[in-house]
């Protein structure tokens, strides 16, 4: 297989338009900004790069209000360049307090033609433009927008992580500038509780035949687990003490064509507040939602649908679970007694 150029050619979409001062303070026409629309709107994201049509990168940052924009930022704007694991992040940081900071963590995969030419087109145009809009009621608001510029010693550096990620050389990486995982503990599944095996959550449905049909297997599989990795990634760097604190487990269940992943509790609680941001939303439907194969999201037992737990996150630390015959045996247990007159999804074959 060849490998793509450093330098990809990628050709910009000469129809797009772009938000300007004259647009400032006005709702944007729905047809003429129809992609911010659908990347906003029926994507639901809450930031995102994307080039114009003369193939200069923007960035975008969607907030719930013209409020909740206030709110999150209140200091000066500044971008810092990260690796995490293959990917670029440019994260945008809104607010600096060292207690509650506010960062947006832009991810470009270099193994992907167009993100790594916005990647490197970024560090290398004059100016960057940060557009700030708010969605409200189906209708994109174009609140402000302010220039970012990079020295050359931050384009140099950001160009170097760029080049050993392409290279696959990530130990070449500082590791000041990379993302760094924390110790994740092994532990058996059989140490949660029975309370927290018989949570009620939510299960985002995924056509998962789809999925595998369009990657292969093990590209499926990828592409499910980073988009859970980077949601738990999300919980675990959040602004509020709160979500970083909750306690949430991950599971999974095929089922045909289709897989559940469940996220127990609901996490209801901790993100469904009035005249929240949308940096606050529920990382989980941020970017599960965000794969084409999504289908919809149901109110779900795990225990119902023969889901195993693989990740639980609690006091800030993250756990993965281990599975084994011993494990299956107490959740077929769990199953028979809550249902007991049930076709049993964990009997031993």
Known sequence: MTRQPFRPEVVPDPSLRSPTAATQGEVLDATVF??????????????????????????????????????????????????????????????????????????????????????????????????????????????????????????????????????????????????????????????????????????????????????????????LMSAVQQAVWVMRRHARSEVRETAFTVWAAEQGEMLRLIVTPSLSHVFEVVHMSADEANPFARFLLALPEFVRTEEAVPLE?????LIRMENGRLFHLELDEAVQEKLQHLFASRWPAASNPYELR
Do not use: C
Not at 305 to 309: D, I, K, S, T
């Open 305 to 309: 649908w023969g889901a195993y737990p």
């Open 34 to 223: 129809a992609d911010l629309y659908r990347l906003a709107g029926e994507e639901g994201l809450p930031y995102f790069a994307r080039l114009n049509a003369a193939g200069d990168v923007e960035l975008y940052l969607v907030f719930e209000s013209v409020d909740a924009f206030s709110e999150a930022t209140r200091d000066a704007v500044s971008v810092e360049f990260k690796t995490y694991r293959d990917k670029l992040l440019a994260v945008i940081w809104t607010l600096h307090d060292p207690i509650q900071p506010l960062g947006f963590p832009l991810a470009f995969d270099i193994k992907r033609p167009e993100e790594h030419h916005m990647a490197l087109r970024m560090l290398e145009q004059e100016q960057t433009l940060l557009h700030y809009l708010s969605y409200e009621a189906g209708l994109l608001t174009h609140i402000y927008t302010e220039a970012i510029t990079f020295s050359p010693q931050e384009a140099s550096r950001a160009k170097a992580m760029i080049r050993s990620l392409y290279e696959g050389r990530t130990e070449d990486v500082p590791s000041e500038a990379a993302v760094q995982e924390e110790a994740v503990q092994t532990i058996s599944a059989l140490e949660l509780p029975d309370q927290v095996l018989e949570e009620t959550g939510v299960a985002y449905l995924i056509d998962y035949a789809r999925l595998r049909q369009k990657h292969g297997d093990e590209g499926a599989q990828h592409l």
